[in-house]
């Protein structure tokens, strides 16, 4: 074989492969699409009581995230990679005057339960290895379950 079908070779199966991942990421974000409402938090090796929960939920649409609390919100762009294991989501805060601060997680779904672990250090987010909020760990992990239509 030349060098030359060699490379071209090479460089065809990196685009298909690029390719199948971000339709991947793309049907991943789809299956996220809607309302979700929050039944778990943890946080600092503790979890939140369920009336503390009450009217908290994160909405997905598109490639943005909000997360919606009595009062509050917060707002997210977000980028999957379901090539890792377990698969990663990346969460940059929406407000341009926060400069940027991007949050490194994991998530996993299961029909209509979905799992996060973001670690909230806004100032060096490192990605979570296991859904876990360790007492001494900024990761706060959810449990969230989708929203009866």
């Not at 309302?35 to 994160?58: D, N």
């Amino acid at each position: 074989m030349s060098v030359r079908l060699f490379f071209s070779l090479c460089v065809l199966t990196t685009l298909r492969t690029g390719i199948t991942l971000a339709q991947d990421a793309k049907k991943d974000l789809d299956k996220l699409q809607g309302t979700w409402q929050v039944v778990e938090f943890f946080q600092g090796g503790r979890s939140a009581p369920p009336a503390k929960l009450k009217g908290q939920k994160f909405v997905f649409a598109g490639d943005k995230m909000q997360m919606v609390g009595p009062g509050w919100k917060t707002d997210y762009t977000v980028k999957l990679d379901p090539a890792t294991d377990p698969k990663s989501i990346d969460a940059k805060l929406g407000d341009p005057r926060a400069g940027g601060i991007l949050l490194l997680g994991i998530f996993k779904l299961d029909k209509d339960r979905l799992t996060l672990a973001l670690d909230m250090n806004a100032k060096k987010s490192a990605r979570p290895a296991a859904f876990e909020a360790k007492p001494g760990s900024p990761v706060q992990k959810w449990v969230l379950e989708r929203e009866k239509r």
